[in-house]
């Protein structure tokens, strides 16, 4: 059974930082591009960070660029996402994906709240 649980969301101030996990079961972890997305209330999901299968080659957001970090354990299945510096405007649900050709996983999400 395919699982991604996501972990490490929770409310912190602004300037703060918080470390989501993203843990995988279930299918051939190593195989597969991760990335992060977030929604926020009344807005459409959006990319946050992807990371290639092997760890080589990573992509950002443009508004969060210099201040999240992506990076995987391949060992551990499990994926990462570093976020310092929070704002406000990164107050959402995130959430995990796995894609490897036509096979496409989604985690359930941790929410992230910036806020004084």
């Known amino acids: 059974q395919v699982q991604l649980v996501e972990s490490g969301g929770g409310l912190v101030q602004p300037g703060g930082s918080l470390r989501l996990s993203c843990a995988a079961s279930?299918?051939?972890?190593?195989?597969?591009?991760m990335s992060w997305y977030r929604q926020a209330p009344g807005k459409e999901r959006e990319l946050v960070a992807a990371i290639s299968s092997v760890g080589g080659g990573t992509n950002y957001a443009d508004s969060v660029k210099g201040r999240f970090r992506i990076s995987r354990d391949n060992a551990k299945n499990t994926v990462y996402l570093q976020m310092n510096s929070l704002k406000p405007e990164d107050t959402a649900v995130y959430t995990c994906?796995?894609?490897?050709?036509?096979?496409?996983?989604w985690g359930q999400g941790t929410q992230v709240t910036v806020s004084s």
């Open positions: 994906k796995a894609v490897r050709s036509s096979a496409v996983y």
């Open positions: 279930g299918f051939t972890f190593s195989g597969y591009v």
